[in-house]
Each structure stands twice: as structure tokens, then as C-alpha cells.
């Protein structure tokens, strides 16, 4: 007879390696026949609902690591909740309007200007449901779950409708004007920019020290006396109308090489050795209150400049004196506008000086900076030139400077309803909680909102001019334009004139001959986006507002998330989310922002291709995501390998189930032996933890509590001791099917528990498991935690074991390593313990000799009998000897005993016995 045939070895068809980049996709296609995201929502419809609001990535190219990064943590939290008791719907949209769009027309050689502002906004329609295709198919890719086939849009006609209504809504409460003040101003856009279009990078610019002649001193300062400036941008000298100072402040009057200058007292010392003076003479000194309504003289042009009070001023940098053009920065601005002055911007839309800054026409603004200071210098103003590096805004998209330039534009006004706006700050719930902090202080000192933008491709800003001048936005306006958006799109605003967009009939005082013209601006796409929780959750029936979580990268701060909150507030006066978690930007491995001109950057298609999806997956519930992540080959290697350790975990446990029914086969809690109650207890301890981790969206504490059950408590321990069990025994043997109860709960509650991170592994494992009735294991619920009366002290007394056995395995390393033993069954074990430890290997009924994975064992005598050459540990003494007697040719057991049965001479008494009760059948 070949023994080797009585063996219950393990027999699964669950393949060792996972050939994801292969068998993925077929995963997912099966997924697509079934409609798995239909069947999900349709088995937890009655349940309370869970809406995570997917914030639109913008529809543009492939997608990077920080798409996968953000897509794949709401996969995870949307599977979790629809497998833990709530209608989970997960509804993915696409942000579509802006400059990107305009741009990448434009290189691909689109003459936008030959063309109509209609025609030119299809070809971009058409370009955005070309990027918005190509991205579906790789978030799907990704093993994203989700309404695929209704996403929501923000360029369609019904959404664009519900933003027009937003508009209306903070319109009709006074929150909407036009104005014209200081803004962002992007030339190489040649558009408005919002703070959060903003980026940040070091310049180099130049520093001028510029002296204001005093024309009239107001009885404070004597006519032969100069206030001094300073300024990083000598291009704003032409549109200087003032001069700003601190009424609290001290300044004094100094005399220097026959020249009296009026400079910050306490700023007096730096200017000096900026300048160069030496030993300044102060004449008088006079609080800053003083010097209100005093007149300067402009050095080049010899106009008015007046000196006025202002908070504003510090003493971080320059004079305490500060060069004031209204034109040209918002603390500026609201001076001037205290004082009455005009708001003089003598720069165009391209950044081009105009004829207002006369003897600078026609220069780009930044050229312009070398001339004006020429100009100074000729006027005998400029009393220093130097150069600076320092931080300096740049438009996000374009990667040039922006500056700050007063145009007339539409605004929504946040003062008027910002303690709102705070009060809900508040009331949000905020992961990580500093991210509440951020935004708080962010609304808290943020001016009004510049929602107008002076491109083609976007949602028109719904306002007609009548006759004289006069805005027209009326509830009844603003019903129509939304019905006609609903309708035929926001095309239409550009497609028809003023009078075919209005009401039929519609009169207003400001037109008596009912003549009308149409805003050309269009709003900014944060409005477009922050509107969603009125286009999309109150917009559609299988979502509501608010969502209970809005998760986006640290970035939407300022972006998404701030213009959410402004637009929700204004409109509804809550917030559109109860929760906002933020997540980190992807880096490389050394912590390097990804870069192609670097070569650093990690693409999620080629990892889906090399690795697979779920290696993506597992990297993403691996790291500390709500801080920035590292990505590179070498770290998705070794995400690779905990993947493989957990596959061979599923496929172990597979392999010794295949005998086993659950239905009658399982041994009840109560009749296991202790080692496999106390395993059950380790198993249910990892369900308690891991939805507990799932619930605060630890996904690490996932990744390492999986990770360790299966490589510590199965591989390590149960597994390892079981296998003489599994495959040694008769298949029905008490022991084994008891082990196999313990592995097929195992089983059942890793597969799930992992569902939501390994989604294709999963539902992989789920085709192998006997006796599961659904179809996939996303039509199931996490496993829930048990009771078990014993469970303390159960693990009380079997981690003390783990530890004892621990130190054994190393005892039987060392005799191997010293070439005393060769494998672990050929050794005895001689324990030399105290009582305690004594104690509880008495208690134990399990076979010691297979816990301990030897083939003898005794209890030899007391820790102070231990002979001299025994491994001396704490508590216990150990020494290991080479096992008397013969190798059991079935179980490689080493026992006197071999031989006994004379028809099975080379076989231990148990497989003896098991061989000749259940495979006589087999004799030759």
C-alpha cells in the first residue's frame, strides 16, 4: 500500500498564485454581468441610508496615484457600510468646465477665436465626455464600486440647472453683488483666479525704498520733509493714491546728509542699514493718528497721495509707511474706500500697462518694474534698489504669477453670513480633527468670494442688464433660465439672444423699451462643484442631503470643501456633509512629490498591470493615509508579499475544508477542545477589532491585524500543529472536524472582513467556500462578534502557552543549527519548569507532543534540577534530545512503537489503527 494515498491532504482548485493583472478583469466582468452594484442596492434598500458624496476629480487625462489613493478609500468605506447594516449608494461625478479643457484644445490646435463661443463649447462638451470615458474605465479598473452608468456630471443639463438655483437662492438673500475691487488676476489666463486657484513659489523681485515729497503737512510735518515707502512691485507706483500708517504706531522725522524723512520709530534701525545712512538724527517723533489727511506728493507724477490710517500696517517688513494703490491689493482696497479714493488699475487684462500709467504703456507689467524704478531714479525718489526672493501666488493651472488687479466683478459675499458659516464648522465632524481648525480659520479670515471668470467654457452667470445699467436676477428669471438649462443645456445662454432667454413678456423698469443684454461671465468652477449637494443629493432620489461623509486629499480645504460649506450655508443654512475626511498626497519612496521631468512617478494602470488592482488596494490600507503617502516598486514589493502570505492563508484554509460540510460537520462551541475554543476567541477578538477599525476609517490597523492573524495565529500556531491532525486523522476523527469548524469560521470571517480591501481576492475565495448561498461575498454582512463565557481566561492561560511554546522553537532551532536534531518531529523535549508553569501544562488536555510539534515530551523535574547544558530561561530550562525509536513512514513521527502492528510494519499505533479501519480497501 502507498501510505502516501491514506493522507487527507489538502485539495483545493483555488490557485497559490493570484495572476491578478489576468484574472481581475474577469472578476470585474462577471461583476458587469450580474449588475453586482444593482444587486447590493437592491438587498440593503431598506436600510438607513449611508451617503458618502464623491467629490469630482476634473475630467482630464489619466489617472495618478492621488486619484487612486481618494477613489479606493471611499471603495472601502462604501463596501463596509452596505455589509454593516446601511443602504450604502456610491454615485462617482465628474467636474468638467474651466480653463484645463480651453487648453488642451487649444494645443491640440483648436482656433477657438475663428469659431463661435456655442461651437467652441461643444467641441469642449466633446472632449469632456471623452476624458470622463477614459477615467471611468480605469477607476472601474481599480475595483471601484459604484453607480457607473449614472455618475453625475457637472456639465449636464439638470445639474447645471440646480446650480443656477443655488446662484438664485444666495442672490434673492442679498449674499450675490458686482463689484469692482481687487481680485486675482491671472494674465496668462487672462481670468479672475479664486484663493483656492492659488499656488505659492519662490521669485525673485525687486525692493525699492521710494520717497513721497510732503505737500501739505497739516500743521504736523514741514513741507521739506519725505515719507518713505517700500515695495516689492514698482510696478504699482503708477497707481499709487496713497500712503497708509498705523495710528498707533510711533514714527519720527530723521535728518540724513541734509534730506528729513518720516519712517516707523521702531522700524528706524533696519531702513538705516538697508538705505545705508549712518547716524540719523531724529527731530520729532509723533504718533501715527497724527499724520491722517496729511498730502504727499506722487514722485513721478506729481498728483495727490494721501496719507491715511490703517490696521493693516505692521512692522514684519518695510517702512511702517505703506505704498497704497487701490487698483491693486484688497487691504488697499477697503483703505481707499474708507477714504474715498478711486480705484486706479492701470493694467489690462494681459497684464499690459495701459495709458493711465503714463510713460508705461504698453509694457508687460513685470517688465514695467526695471522702467518705473529708472523713472524714480531719474526723479530722484528712489533712495534704494535691491533684490529679494520671496514667496510670491501663482495660478495653479498655468504655473505663472498672478496679481491682484481691480476689475468689476461678481462676488458672494461671505461676511454676511459667515458666523453661520463657522457655527457649522462646528457642528461637522472632522477626521483628522485639525482639518476643523484649518477650515475655521480659513472662513474666519477669508474675504468675499470672486465667482466670475471671463472664459468661454462654463455655466453663464444668469444675470441680464437692463437699459440703464441695472442687474436683473428676480426669482422669475432665474426659474426660467434653470427649466431652459434643464432643458437644451447652458449652451443655450450663448446660443440665443438676451430677449429669447428671458420670460415671454417680461418688463422691468430699468428697460422702457425693453431692450436687455446677458452677463458674459461665467462662474467659477468651485461654484460649479460646490454646488453638488443641490444638483446631485437633493437632485436624486437614491442619495440625500447632507451626505454623511465628504473624503477628498488635504488639498479641498480651500477647495471642495470650502465652497461646499459656502453654498450649503447660503442656501439650506447647514452644512452639506455631517463628516469630512481628508487624505495626504501620494510621494515616492524617498518622500519626493512626483514629477515626469523626475522620472518618479508611480502610475496606477502600470502597477493594475504588473502587481494588480488588489496590490493597489492593500498598499492604499497600508499607510497612514491621512498624512502624505510613499509609493514606490520596492514598497508595492513588499505589500506584494503580506498579499501573498494572506492568499496562501485563504488557500490552506480552503485545502482542508474540502471533506468538510458545514451543515453537519460542525462541532459546537462547547464540545471543541480548548486550543480551538481559544481560537475562536483570537478569530472573534479580530472581528471586534477590525470593524472597529473600519467604523474610525483605521484601514492600517486592518492591514496589520489581518496580516498578523493570519501569519501569527493561524500560519505560526494553529496551522502549524494542525496539519498532524488534518492530515493524519480519519476524516471524521473529533479533533479534525473540530479543527475544521475552527477553519471554515475562519475562513468565512476573513473573506469577509477583507471584502471591502482585497474586493477581487474576496470574492475569488467566495467561489471556493462550501455551502455559501450568495453569489458574491458583497451580498453578505460582516461577520458579527460573539460572546464567549470563557473567552478571558481562555486567553490567559493559552498566551502563556504561546510564550512557553515560543521559547521551545527557539530551543529546537538552536539544536538544529548545532546539527543535534534535524527536523523539529525527530526531537524529544525535556522541560524543567516551576509550578506555575507546571500548573499549566497539567491543565492541558490537548496532546502536548502536537502542540509542540515533537515526537516525545516529558515535564523532567523542577527548575532547579536543570542540568547544566539545558537552555537556561526565565521561568523554565530546556533541553532537546534526538527521540528514541523508529520514523513512522505515514506521519513521521519518531516512536519505539513503530513496527507493533505486524500488518503495517512500518507504521506508528494511530495511523495503524486509521489505515486499517478506513483504507483496507486500498491493501495491494
Request: glycine share 6%; with cysteine; aromatic share 10%.
Amino acid at each position: 500500500m502507498d501510505y502516501k494515498d491514506t493522507l487527507l491532504m489538502p485539495n483545493t482548485e483555488f490557485p497559490m498564485r493570484g495572476n491578478l493583472p489576468k484574472r481581475e478583469p474577469e472578476i470585474q466582468e462577471k461583476w458587469n454581468e450580474m449588475d453586482i452594484y444593482k444587486l447590493v442596492q437592491e438587498r440593503t434598500k431598506d436600510r438607513p441610508m449611508f451617503v458618502l458624496h464623491d467629490g469630482p476629480p476634473y475630467a482630464n487625462g489619466d489617472i495618478h496615484m492621488g486619484h487612486a489613493l481618494n477613489k479606493i478609500l471611499k471603495d472601502f468605506i462604501v463596501r463596509f457600510k452596505s455589509m454593516t447594516g446601511f443602504n450604502a449608494p456610491y454615485v462617482p461625478g465628474w467636474d468638467t468646465h474651466g480653463l484645463p479643457i480651453e487648453q488642451a484644445l487649444t494645443n491640440k490646435g483648436v482656433k477657438r477665436k475663428e469659431m463661435s463661443i456655442a461651437e467652441f463649447r461643444k467641441l469642449c462638451e466633446k472632449y469632456a465626455y471623452e476624458q470622463i470615458n477614459n477615467q471611468r474605465e480605469q477607476f472601474k479598473r481599480l475595483g471601484v464600486r459604484g453607480d457607473w452608468e449614472n455618475p453625475y456630471i457637472t456639465l449636464k443639463p439638470a445639474y447645471e440647472a440646480q446650480q443656477i438655483k443655488v446662484f438664485g437662492e444666495m442672490a434673492k438673500k442679498g449674499y450675490i453683488y458686482k463689484g469692482k475691487k481687487p481680485v486675482y488676476w491671472s494674465p496668462s489666463s487672462e481670468s479672475a483666479l479664486a484663493e483656492a486657484e492659488i499656488e505659492y513659489k519662490d521669485v525673485k523681485s525687486p525692493s525699492i525704498y521710494v520717497a513721497f515729497k510732503v505737500k501739505d503737512g497739516k500743521g504736523v510735518l514741514d513741507t521739506d520733509v519725505q515719507i518713505i515707502i517700500w515695495t516689492t512691485t514698482p510696478w504699482t507706483i503708477p497707481a499709487n493714491l496713497g500712503i497708509s500708517v498705523n495710528p498707533e504706531l510711533i514714527y519720527v522725522v530723521v535728518e540724513v546728509n541734509g534730506q528729513k524723512y518720516v519712517v516707523a520709530q521702531e522700524l528706524l534701525k533696519t531702513v538705516s542699514e538697508e538705505i545705508g545712512w549712518e547716524n540719523p538724527a531724529v527731530l520729532k517723533t509723533v504718533k501715527g493718528s497724527e499724520l491722517e489727511y496729511i498730502v504727499a506728493s506722487h514722485p513721478l507724477y506729481g498728483r495727490d497721495s494721501l496719507v491715511m490710517l490703517g490696521d493693516h500696517v505692521t512692522l514684519d517688513a518695510g517702512t511702517g509707511c505703506v505704498h497704497t494703490a487701490p487698483g491693486h491689493g484688497e487691504d488697499d482696497f477697503l483703505v481707499g474706500q474708507k477714504y474715498g479714493l478711486d480705484v486706479l488699475c492701470p493694467v489690462d487684462d494681459k497684464g499690459v500697462m495701459t495709458e493711465e500709467a503714463e510713460g508705461f504703456a504698453g509694457l508687460f507689467y513685470d517688465k514695467a518694474n526695471k522702467a518705473v524704478s529708472e523713472k524714480l531714479e531719474e526723479a530722484g525718489a528712489l533712495l534704494k534698489l535691491s533684490f529679494i526672493t520671496h514667496s510670491y501666488p501663482h495660478d495653479w493651472r498655468t504655473k505663472k504669477p498672478v496679481i491682484f488687479r481691480a476689475t468689476a466683478q461678481w462676488f458672494a459675499s461671505i461676511k454676511d453670513f459667515r458666523e453661520d458659516l463657522l457655527e457649522a464648522i462646528k457642528e461637522t465632524k472632522w477626521v483628522p480633527a485639525w482639518g476643523e481648525t484649518r477650515l475655521f480659520n480659513m472662513v474666519r479670515d477669508r474675504g468675499d468670494w470672486c465667482i466670475s471668470r471671463q472664459r468661454a467654457w462654463g455655466v453663464p452667470i444668469p444675470v441680464f442688464y437692463a437699459e440703464n445699467g441695472e442687474p436683473v436676477i428676480t426669482d422669475e428669471t432665474i426659474e426660467h433660465i434653470s427649466n431652459l438649462f434643464r432643458e437644451h443645456g447652458s449652451n443655450v445662454w450663448f446660443e440665443r439672444e438676451a430677449s429669447e432667454l428671458l420670460p415671454e413678456g417680461f418688463t422691468h423698469p430699468g428697460s422702457p423699451n425693453g431692450v436687455f443684454t446677458k452677463e458674459t461671465d461665467i462662474m467659477d468652477v468651485w461654484f460649479d462643484s460646490g454646488s453638488s449637494h443641490q444638483a446631485v443629493l437633493e437632485e436624486r432620489d437614491d442619495l440625500k442631503r447632507p451626505a454623511d461623509l465628504y473624503l477628498e486629499g488635504s488639498d479641498q480645504y480651500r477647495g471642495w470643501f470650502n465652497s461646499s460649506l459656502s453654498t450649503g450655508v447660503a442656501v439650506t443654512g447647514k452644512a452639506p456633509y455631517k463628516g469630512v475626511l481628508s487624505h495626504g498626497f501620494a510621494l515616492d519612496g524617498e518622500g519626493r512629490k512626483m514629477s515626469k521631468s523626475v522620472g518618479n512617478v508611480v502610475v496606477p494602470a502600470k502597477v493594475m498591470n504588473q502587481l494588480g488592482a488588489d496590490i493597489l488596494r492593500l498598499w492604499v490600507a497600508s499607510v497612514d493615509y491621512q498624512a502624505d503617502v510613499r509609493v514606490s516598486d520596492a514598497i508595492l514589493k513588499q505589500v506584494a508579499e503580506v498579499y501573498r502570505k494572506i492568499r496562501n492563508t485563504f488557500r490552506f484554509l480552503l485545502g482542508n475544508l474540502a471533506d468538510f460540510n458545514p451543515e453537519t460537520d460542525t462541532v459546537a462551541y462547547e464540545n471543541l477542545r480548548e486550543v480551538d475554543q481559544f481560537m475562536l476567541v483570537k478569530l472573534n477578538d479580530l472581528i471586534k477589532q477590525v470593524r472597529n477599525h473600519y467604523e474610525n476609517y483605521e484601514f492600517a490597523g486592518i492591514y496589520h491585524a489581518v496580516n498578523n492573524f493570519c501569519t501569527l495565529d493561524l500560519s505560526s500556531f494553529y496551522l502549524d500543529f494542525a496539519k498532524d491532525i488534518l492530515y493524519i486523522e480519519a476524516s471524521d476523527q473529533h479533533d479534525r472536524r473540530a479543527i475544521q469548524t475552527v477553519l471554515y469560521e475562519s475562513l468565512l470571517s476573513l473573506t469577509k472582513l477583507t471584502a471591502p480591501i482585497l474586493s477581487h481576492t474576496a470574492d475569488e475565495v467566495w467561489n471556493f467556500i462550501p455551502s455559501v448561498q450568495e453569489p458574491s461575498v458583497q451580498l453578505t454582512d460582516m461577520p458579527e462578534a460573539k460572546e464567549f463565557a470563557n473567552a478571558q481566561g481562555l486567553k490567559d492561560k493559552w498566551q502563556l502557552f504561546l510564550q512557553l511554546r515560543n521559547e521551545v522553537l527557539k530551543a529546537l532551532e538552536e539544536a538544529r543549527n548545532e546539527k543535534v536534531i534535524g527536523k523539529s518531529l525527530t526531537a524529544k523535549i525535556s522541560l524543567y519548569v516551576n509550578d506555575k508553569t507546571k500548573q499549566l501544562l497539567d491543565s492541558i488536555e490537548e496532546n502536548l507532543m502536537q502542540l509542540f510539534i515533537v515526537s516525545d515530551f516529558e515535564v523532567a523535574g523542577s527548575y532547579e534540577q536543570a542540568p547544566e547544558h539545558a537552555l537556561q530561561l526565565e521561568n523554565t530550562a530546556i533541553v532537546v534530545t534526538k527521540a528514541d525509536g523508529e520514523t513512522c513512514e505515514r506521519c513521521w513521527i519518531v516512536t519505539p512503537h513503530v513496527g507493533e502492528n505486524e500488518k503495517h510494519p512500518t507504521l506508528c499505533p494511530r495511523c495503524a489503527d486509521v489505515v486499517s479501519k478506513h483504507y483496507s480497501h486500498l491493501a495491494k
